[in-house]
């Protein structure tokens, strides 16, 4: 089972839609909690940092649920610039390595 | 822009070459780790340096070492290159403080083909 596991995607959708990602990750000792989005062969970049309270930032919204180990990410009135790839990211306790899932690739269409 | 650098940007090398891949943190930063990402895939931590000695290490052959230097900067080399490690590596610097690193920002890598 791999750590970190996502979606598949890839999710193609109309502008103005809302979509969301689900992610799960296994190792119940995992502190620190993130999406990153990664444009085509360009870098990560991260897009926010999750806590337990859940936290929005403009039309991004992102929860945790530690005790069924689950990270969501919604997406409101989707952009043609938010097509990307969206990785979700966590960071075990007494770690400093992140550990990626695979990533969901989002496409935002006219 | 994050501050960080790679060098080269790309790379094509055969079967059992060797390579040297090169990061420059960003101002302020202590901490540099490796990641390789193959395509398709998240980024895969290799290992990470801190005062220029390795900080942790993922589930990658000897064959892949490291360096850091007294600034920061860092290499990762690669020896007996096989068909499989075609990938980007990606670097990422941050800072650590007791124990816990804080954001990490990435280069934007360097591409690695090897025929």
């Known amino acids: 089972r791999k750590e970190v596991e996502q979606d598949p995607g890839p999710f193609n959708v109309p502008e103005g839609a809302t979509v969301a990602f689900n992610c799960t990750y296994s190792?119940?000792?995992?502190?620190?909690f993130f999406w990153y989005r990664q444009d085509c062969r360009k870098e990560p970049k991260l897009l926010m940092s999750v806590y337990s309270s859940g936290n929005e930032d403009g039309r991004f919204t992102a929860q945790l649920n530690r005790a069924s180990q689950y990270i969501s990410l919604l997406i409101r009135d989707s952009k043609l610039s938010d097509s990307a790839t969206y990785l979700c990211?966590?960071?075990?306790?007494?770690?400093?390595?992140?550990?990626f899932g695979a990533g969901t690739r989002l496409a935002v269409h006219p | 822009e994050t501050g960080v650098t790679q060098s080269p940007t790309h790379l094509i090398k055969t079967r059992g070459q060797q390579v040297t891949l090169r990061c420059s943190s960003q101002s302020g930063h202590n901490t540099v780790s490796w990641y390789q990402q193959a395509l398709g895939q998240g980024p895969q931590f290799i290992f990470q340096y801190y005062r220029e000695e390795e900080n942790g290490r993922g589930n990658f052959p000897p064959r892949f070492s490291g360096l850091q230097f007294p600034n920061y900067s860092s290499e990762l080399n690669v020896n007996a290159l096989e068909l499989d490690d075609s990938a980007l590596y990606l670097c990422a610097s941050s800072f650590l403080r007791q124990g816990v690193s804080d954001e990490q920002f990435f280069g934007p890598g360097t591409r690695l083909t090897v025929l």
């Open positions: 190792n119940s000792a995992s502190q620190s």
């Open positions: 990211v966590v960071n075990v306790k007494g770690y400093n390595k992140l550990i």
